[in-house]
C-alpha cells in the first residue's frame, strides 16, 4: 500500500500553539511529512500564519492592546502582532488536553510561552531548511483587503525560494486556485470543501487545473475516493483525528490525512509500516 502522507494541521497544534514555528518543529519531531497553515494579511501587507479574523482565542491581544476591540488580526501592524504571546495562551487553556493527558512535558510547557506569529517568510524559510513540505491555505480576505494581490505574494515567494517543487496551495475559493495556476502552472493546487460540490468532483478539479481534492472527512466516502484515485487525484481528508477515521481512511486509499494529532497517525502508519 502506498504511503499515506500524515499532514499536520496548523502544525502539530495538539501539543503546541498553532500556526507556529513551535508547532512545525513539533511535527517534524513526530514524523509529519507535511505541515497545513494558513495566510493572512497584516495591516501593513505583510503576509503572516493565522487562522481567525480575531487575535483574541489564540493569543493575549486583550491584554496587550485592551483599547483595540475586537482586535482583528488585519488592523494590526506585523510589528504589533509580534508582540503577541501565542504560547502562554496554549498552555494555559490547553485546548486538546494533551498538557493535563503528560503529552507536553512542563520544560517544552516552558519553552512554548512566548512563541509569536510567523510570517510566511519565516514558515517557508523553516520548510526549506528542513527538506520539508507545507500546505499553504489561502483564506478569503476581509473586504477591507479585497484587491490585496495575496496570491499572487504567496507565488512569488514561493518561486523566490525555489520551494515549487515542496509545496501544495489550497482554498476553498476557486478564483485563489485559478490565479495560482496562472502565475505558475507547476504549483500544486488542492480545491478544499466544506460540503458536496454542487458538481461532479472530477470536473471540478478539472476546470480548476488541480489534481489535489482536500474533502472534509465526512463527505466524502470510500467510492468517491476509489474513483478520483482512479483517475490520479490525489485525496487528502480533513480534520481527521480518531485512530478509527485514520485507519479508515487508509484502508480506503487517501493519499494524506489532514489531523490535529500526528503523533496518532505516525503511530499508526508506522505499524502498518
Same mark, same amino acid.
Given at each position: 500500500?502506498?504511503? @499515506? ?7 502539530? $497544534?495538539?501539543? %503546541? ?32 500564519? *493565522? ?31 509580534? $508582540? ?9 487553556? &490547553? ?19 512566548? =512563541? ?12 526549506? &531548511?528542513?527538506?520539508? #513540505? ?11 483587503? +479585497? ?6 505574494? @504567496?507565488? !512569488? ?6 520551494? @515549487? ?6 482554498? *476553498? ?19 478544499? $470543501?466544506? !460540503? ?10 478539472? #476546470?480548476?487545473? !488541480? +489534481?489535489?481534492?482536500?474533502? /472534509? ?11 478520483? $484515485? +482512479? %483517475? =490520479?487525484?490525489? @485525496? ?24 490535529? /494529532? ?7 502508519? !508506522?505499524?502498518?509500516?
Amino acid at each position: 500500500m502506498p504511503h @499515506v502522507l500524515n499532514i499536520a494541521h496548523r502544525g502539530s $497544534r495538539s501539543l %503546541a500553539p498553532e500556526n507556529t514555528l513551535a508547532a512545525a518543529r513539533k511535527a517534524v519531531e513526530i514524523g509529519a511529512d507535511m505541515w497545513e497553515f494558513d495566510i493572512s494579511v497584516t495591516a501593513d501587507g505583510e503576509l503572516i500564519l *493565522f487562522h481567525d479574523d480575531s487575535l483574541v482565542r489564540v493569543s493575549d491581544a486583550e491584554a496587550v492592546f485592551p483599547d483595540r476591540a475586537p482586535w482583528l488580526s488585519h488592523t494590526f501592524t506585523l510589528s504589533e502582532l509580534k $508582540r503577541l504571546d501565542l504560547g502562554t495562551s496554549f498552555v494555559e487553556s &490547553d485546548p486538546f488536553g494533551q498538557i493535563a493527558a503528560l503529552a507536553v512535558s512542563r520544560k517544552e510547557q516552558t519553552s512554548l510561552r512566548g =512563541e509569536t506569529i510567523p510570517t510566511l517568510r519565516e514558515a517557508l524559510h523553516f520548510t526549506r &531548511d528542513r527538506s520539508w #513540505q507545507a500546505n499553504i491555505e489561502l483564506k478569503k480576505l476581509p473586504d477591507s483587503l +479585497r484587491d490585496f494581490p495575496v496570491t499572487e505574494k @504567496v507565488i !512569488s515567494m514561493i518561486e523566490e525560494l525555489d520551494l @515549487v517543487d515542496q509545496v501544495i496551495v489550497s482554498s *476553498f475559493h476557486d478564483a485563489y486556485l485559478l490565479t495560482a495556476k496562472a502565475s505558475n502552472p507547476a504549483i500544486v493546487t488542492a480545491v478544499l $470543501r466544506r !460540503s458536496p460540490p454542487g458538481n461532479d468532483v472530477l470536473s471540478l478539479v478539472g #476546470q480548476l487545473g !488541480s +489534481r489535489t481534492y482536500h474533502p /472534509f472527512h465526512e463527505i466524502t466516502n470510500n467510492e468517491e475516493i476509489e474513483t478520483l $484515485r +482512479r %483517475a =490520479e487525484v490525489d @485525496v487528502n481528508v480533513w480534520t481527521v483525528n480518531s485512530r478509527a477515521d485514520m485507519t479508515s481512511f487508509i484502508e480506503a486509499g487517501v493519499t494524506g490525512i489532514i489531523t490535529d /494529532f500526528p503523533q496518532t497517525l505516525s503511530q499508526i502508519l !508506522s505499524a502498518r509500516e
